[in-house]
């Protein structure tokens, strides 16, 4: 009778709205509107790449972004990593994202797992400090006097530092390893594991997605940031390449330390247009090639992990 109920369209008894096998109308709408948010999110980056590729005469002809391709042209490119800073740009910023991910992850996981325990030292105080952060932040005064007075000024550690630890990530983390069960982590105990031990060998391994997708937020957010930089870094030989981005795309300013021209190359110099286009793909292939592979942990490591906490 159910089977009959659902082959005719009719709600089965028992079952909540959400329930219902979706009519073919309803699948024809799905599907277009998922179609129409995919080509919304794709078209952009298909002008901008297409852009960055096109030589000055198309782009002076269109006026603009490019929809049409009339020939591929690496000329951008070219005079980009042909001047030192792009290239020192992009160096800086995969160092700093390298180091700054290593470090926020470890001191996310040791603070998690440490607020985690419920017998832990000074448990209930820091765990409020923790959430303390949710609601309030220093701002960019008291901060930017810190790291002043701390030396940190024109240094790699005032990109990563002010913004080492995510108050929403170490919560992620402690909800998940809230839910391993404590009967592992007894029997390990019993078998002599310490408490750095049992976080390397079982707590780690069991919390695989969660951690590959706290490791993505913060690599993305160091890849990203520009604003530190702004604030702390005076010597442009240390800027990351998000500030550059700023200072060469958004305020269409040439940037202080080169300029993106190089002469001689036997054709048309590629308008400013693609070489702010070409940036940009810089800026966004490395989270496009990243993203893949912790895609697939992001229901499993954030949404449930942080609803079962």
Do not use: C
Not at 33 to 51: C, D, E, G, N, W
Not at 223 to 233: E, G, K, T, V
Not at 241 to 249: E, F, H, M, P
């Amino acid at each position: 009778m159910t089977l009959l109920a659902t082959r005719r369209g009719r709600k089965p008894a028992g079952l909540a709205a959400w329930e219902e096998a979706p009519s073919p109308a309803g699948r024809v709408g799905k599907g277009t509107l998922l179609t129409l948010i995919v080509l919304a999110v794709l078209f952009p980056l298909y002008t901008i790449v297409l852009t960055s590729l096109s030589s000055a005469a198309t782009v002076n002809r269109v006026g603009g972004l490019v929809l049409v391709p009339e020939g591929i042209h690496f000329d951008a490119y070219i005079q980009i990593f042909s001047d030192s800073v792009v290239s020192r740009a992009v160096l800086v910023s995969t160092l700093v994202t390298v180091g700054g991910t290593a470090i926020s992850l470890g001191v996310s996981v040791l603070g998690a797992y440490s607020l985690s325990r419920p017998g832990s030292f000074a448990h209930r105080p820091l765990l409020f400090s923790v959430l303390l952060m949710f609601v309030f932040f220093p701002g960019i005064i008291p901060v930017y006097l810190m790291v002043s007075g701390l030396g940190l000024k024109d240094s790699y550690w005032s990109l990563i530092l002010p913004t080492a630890v995510s108050a929403f990530n170490v919560v992620v983390l402690r909800a998940f390893f809230m839910n391993i069960p404590g009967e592992i982590m007894d029997s390990a105990r019993i078998d002599g594991a310490g408490e750095f031990r049992i976080l390397w060998r079982i707590v780690l391994p069991m919390s695989k997605a969660v951690t590959a997708v706290v490791g993505l937020f913060y690599a993305v957010g160091y890849w990203n940031a520009w604003f530190n930089a702004m604030l702390y870094i005076d010597d442009t030989r240390k800027w990351p390449l998000a500030l550059i981005l700023r200072q060469y795309v958004v305020d269409s300013n040439p940037l202080p330390t080169a300029t993106l021209g190089v002469s001689g190359m036997g054709h048309d110099a590629p308008p400013t247009l693609a070489i702010k286009m070409a940036i940009v793909v810089i800026a966004v292939v490395p989270a496009l090639i990243i993203y893949p592979f912790v895609q697939r942990h992001f229901t499993k490591g954030v949404i449930v992990g942080a609803i079962k906490g």
